[in-house]
């Protein structure tokens, strides 16, 4: 099994930035792939960014290039999401994900995704 632990969520004012973590334990962890998502209230699940983990390739939601930032550190086995000039409508549950190397969905969808955690609560107040 594999467990997977966010921090660094919290109030934010707009303009502002956060860093969330994203700790991975469990012996059989290895993954492909480690994905953010987001999700607002009344909203679906929303792709943010995925970044491989042996390569460190990353891709992000469109909307979000430019102010969102993954990166991981293998060795602490985490990944990290910096957010940059924070908006009201990033406000949501962001919680992370780890894609085994079977590719029978994008990175985009969540179903590629084998585990998840349980979310940081991020507030970006106007």
């Known amino acids: 099994q594999v467990q997977l632990v966010e921090s660094g969520g919290g109030l934010v004012q707009a303009g502002g930035s956060l860093r969330l973590s994203c700790a991975a334990s469990?012996?059989?962890?290895?993954?492909?792939?480690m994905g953010w998502f987001r999700q607002a209230p009344g909203k679906e699940r929303e792709f943010v960014a995925v970044?491989?983990?042996?390569?460190?390739?990353?891709s992000y939601a469109d909307s979000l290039k430019g102010r969102f930032t993954i990166s991981r550190d293998s060795a602490k086995n985490t990944v990290y999401l910096q957010m940059n000039t924070l908006k009201p409508e990033d406000t949501a549950v962001y919680s992370c994900?780890?894609?085994?190397?079977?590719?029978?969905?994008?990175?985009?969808?969540?179903?590629?995704?084998?585990?998840w955690g349980q979310g940081t609560q991020v507030t970006v107040s106007s």
């Open positions: 994900a780890s894609a085994s190397a079977r590719a029978f969905f994008a990175f985009y969808n969540p179903k590629r995704y084998d585990y």
């Open positions: 469990g012996r059989t962890f290895s993954p492909y792939a």
């Open positions: 970044i491989t983990w042996s390569g460190g390739s990353t």
